[in-house]
């Protein structure tokens, strides 16, 4: 089996700071693609930014210059640095990881269970 368990949000004010953080454990073999997603209420969950196994980065535009995504492959884990944060920024976001949990198994996406970031004075 596979975990996948976030930490780090809360409420926050306009213009403050949150590290988000995503600890893969469980039968691993290896890592590919790690992302954050998140779903704003009545909205669909879009993707926030994402770091495949080479290190390269990719980032919607409503974030770049404000995230910055990370990984720690010995730590299985990915973090999410948000800087600047707006108001809607506000939402639920998820940690989806794709892995294989063995070496004859294709790759299969995990999601993490969620975490709260709220932007309010």
């Known amino acids: 089996q596979v975990q996948l368990v976030e930490s780090g949000g809360d409420l926050v004010q306009p213009g403050g700071s949150l590290r988000l953080s995503c600890a893969a454990s469980g039968s691993i073999f290896s890592i590919n693609t790690m992302a954050w997603y998140r779903q704003a209420p009545g909205k669909q969950r879009e993707l926030v930014a994402a770091?495949?196994?080479?290190?390269?980065?990719n980032y919607a535009d409503s974030v770049k210059g404000r995230f910055t995504i990370s990984r720690d492959t010995a730590k299985n884990t990915v973090y999410l640095q948000m800087n600047s944060l707006k108001p809607e920024d506000t939402a639920v976001y998820y940690c989806n990881v794709n892995l294989r949990r063995f070496s004859w198994s294709i790759g299969r996406d995990y999601w993490g269970q969620g975490t709260q970031v709220t932007v309010s004075s």
């Open positions: 770091i495949p196994s080479d290190g390269s980065t």
